[in-house]
């Protein structure tokens, strides 16, 4: 099963690889990088190209996991060695190698996006319940203090407390192996969304974080 895992991790890596903000940026002749913060996720290209170009990335990104999971499933549901949990774990590193390759990505010096939209497929895919209480502090935050950024880290810092809860409450269903790699794996996850977010925490710790708004920045 390493081998299956090995391969379910880079079938998520290349999905991951399609950074949609960058490529959309591109087909108007804009290299996101270079504008707002330089950053290829959702937020950026929300803030630098609007709305539907900002909910487009937001979808595309989050489905890179999904997508990444369901072709594990397809791939690994036909060998009769991959039954019940084993393929849970599958879909997890399938979803988890998503997030990495969003994140850091090869063609780009392993500079990428901060992985919250890639996260939110990861979510659907590894524990959608635990989504809710993600999704719950991220909207909250936002609505209350109108920083994206602050809302993501929360929501980030969410997935390994959540996860710690799930393991001791035996609510991880990967079988008993398979429920630490699920803890460490998720846990991996929030805590790499945290550190993608270390230059917001300082803009906000000095109190000059942008603040969310609907409407594109248009230049002097």
Known sequence: ?????????????????????????????????????????????????????????????????????????????????????????LRLYAAFGAVLGHMYPCYFRFK???????????????????LI???AVFVILVAWKRYISLGSIFAALSLPVQAWIYFFCGWFHYGKTGNIEALILISIVGIMAMIKHRSNIGRLLKGNENKFTFHPKTSA
Not at 1 to 25: D, F
Not at 56 to 73: E, H, N, R
């Open 1 to 89: 099963m390493i081998g299956a895992r090995l391969i379910s991790l880079l079938i998520g890596y290349g999905c991951g690889l399609i950074l949609w903000g960058y490529l959309t940026g591109r087909l108007h002749h804009i290299d996101i990088r270079t504008k707002g913060s330089g950053n290829v996720g959702t937020t950026n290209t929300l803030r630098v190209m609007g709305l539907r170009a900002g909910i487009l990335t937001l979808i595309i990104d989050c489905m890179k996991a999904v997508l990444a999971a369901l072709v594990v499933t397809l791939i690994f549901s036909h060998y009769s060695w991959v039954v019940g949990p084993d393929l849970k774990i």
């Open 112 to 130: 990428g996006g901060k992985g919250i939209a890639t996260g939110l497929g990861f979510l659907i895919v590894v524990e959608p319940s635990m």
């Open 133 to 135: 209480v993600a999704a």
